[in-house]
């Protein structure tokens, strides 16, 4: 058989991404074994990276979405951010950079910085590269609409070379900081001094974690208020105690075994599959949630029959990458809930709204009748809204701490809702 000359491309892009490093004598781990692919010249930085983060390395021309139609600028980004979990240093990072139509304000339109939720952990599944989900793409457009520019993170990972960091916190924390200053250095004309951080999901982590270590990791950042939605972080030294709830699932755990859940020095993800397991690992490092559960579906993979020792003991090997600790965050925070979440259910959430209340953060919390996880990012719009324009106006924002009430288990989907699946 003849080989053709795109198949012979491919194999030798393959096998350089096997061995090629981030960048000379780099701890970062890269190849296709980690979900690095080609996407195009643009994701691929071989020039010297500069020492800080949070630098603008180059833009191009955003492929347009058809939920956004309030952009009057669409720019895909690559930027400098600093590695946590692999302590690689400055890498690159890809993203989003949108600004409104119309007359900016005096002083420049606002940002908003939006942290996406879990879409897998190969290089594919970036938006800047996919496009944005349609919930997320209406969400970046609503803010478009109201007078905010928005930038978004893929998160480190996800379009630049090496492991996504999926859910550990303060990795993609610095991700989301470290867009919303390459947005201010390299937009300054056309952006306010006032930055806004909204996330959900996975994305509720990412921006609770970059709200938690603004003052110390990114104190130029100038972070007014927050929103996170379909909340994410656990807090086991809290004072609300859920009932404990496991994964479960091999969907997420391969997530977290290729994103850096698995302690250095642990078993391979490999070693910890049977022959089905995987074969769902290897749907994640080259492709996204859907491939991911087309794989499943089709070859019967479930909790029983894709690890090589009882999915519990599984769960116990990896980092409890959602925990956090209870501290006074320095900005106000709006957590919205909706009440028919079943995949982070409720008094889950409720949880973060306590641990943050008791260390003395300014938390609103917002709950959603019907609105499932997916629904209640864009039930919360309006919410959200309210909150940033009291503190863009210099309004104090009111707590509702004292009034939180334990909420009960998931209700039913709600009609009428967008996105609510």
Not at 62 to 91: C, F, M, N
Not at 190 to 214: C, D, E, H, N, Y
Not at 243 to 252: E, K, L, V
Not at 352 to 358: G, Q
Request: with cysteine.
């Amino acid at each position: 058989m003849t080989m053709t000359t795109k198949t012979a491309t491919a194999i030798a892009l393959a096998a350089a991404l096997a061995v090629a490093p981030a960048h000379a004598e780099s701890p970062l781990p890269t190849g296709p074994q980690v979900g690095d692919q080609e996407l195009s010249p643009f994701y691929r930085w071989t020039g010297a990276l500069p020492k800080k983060p949070g630098e603008m390395l180059r833009e191009e021309a955003q492929p347009a979405q058809p939920e956004i139609t309030h952009a009057a600028l669409a720019k895909r980004i690559l930027y400098s951010s600093t590695d946590l979990r692999w302590k690689a240093g400055i890498v690159p990072v890809s993203g989003t950079f949108y600004l409104p139509k119309g007359q900016a304000p005096a002083g420049g339109w606002p940002l908003v910085v939006w942290a996406h939720g879990t879409l897998g952990v190969a290089d594919v599944c970036a938006p800047s590269w996919a496009g944005h989900r349609p919930r997320d793409a209406t969400w970046i457009d609503r803010w478009l609409e109201n007078g905010f520019a928005v930038v978004t993170t893929d998160y480190q990972g996800l379009g630049g070379p090496g492991p996504h960091p999926y859910l550990i916190w303060e990795a993609e924390g610095r991700s989301v900081l470290d867009a919303a200053r390459a947005a201010l250095a390299a937009h300054r004309d056309a952006l306010a001094p006032k930055v806004f951080v909204t996330g959900q999901s996975q994305g509720s982590g990412a921006a609770l974690g970059a709200t938690r270590i603004a003052p110390s990791y990114a104190p130029d950042v100038p972070l007014q208020a927050t929103v996170a939605t379909g909340v994410v972080p656990s807090f086991p030294d809290g004072p609300y105690k859920p009932a404990a709830t496991a994964i479960g699932s091999p969907h997420y755990i391969s997530l977290l075994m290729l994103g850096g859940a698995l302690p250095d020095g642990a078993p391979a993800a490999d070693a910890l599959m049977t022959d089905k397991g995987k074969l769902l690992l290897d749907a994640a490092r080259t492709g996204c949630n859907t491939e991911m559960r087309a794989v499943a579906q089709k070859n019967g993979i479930t909790a029983a029959n894709a690890f090589v020792e009882p999915i519990d003991r599984i769960e116990a090997r990896l980092t409890p990458v959602t925990d956090m600790t209870p501290v006074k965050l320095p900005v106000p925070v709006l957590l919205g809930t909706g009440l028919a979440d079943n995949l982070l259910v409720p008094r889950r959430q409720f949880a973060a709204v306590k641990a943050f209340c008791s260390a003395g953060s300014a938390i609103v919390w917002k709950t959603f009748a019907g609105a499932t996880h997916n629904g209640g990012l864009l039930a919360s719009f309006p919410d959200a809204l309210a909150l940033f324009r009291t503190v863009l106006a210099g309004q104090p924002v009111t707590s509702n701490c004292d009034s939180a009430a334990e909420p009960g288990a998931p209700g039913t989907p709600g009609q009428g809702l967008l996105f609510n699946d």
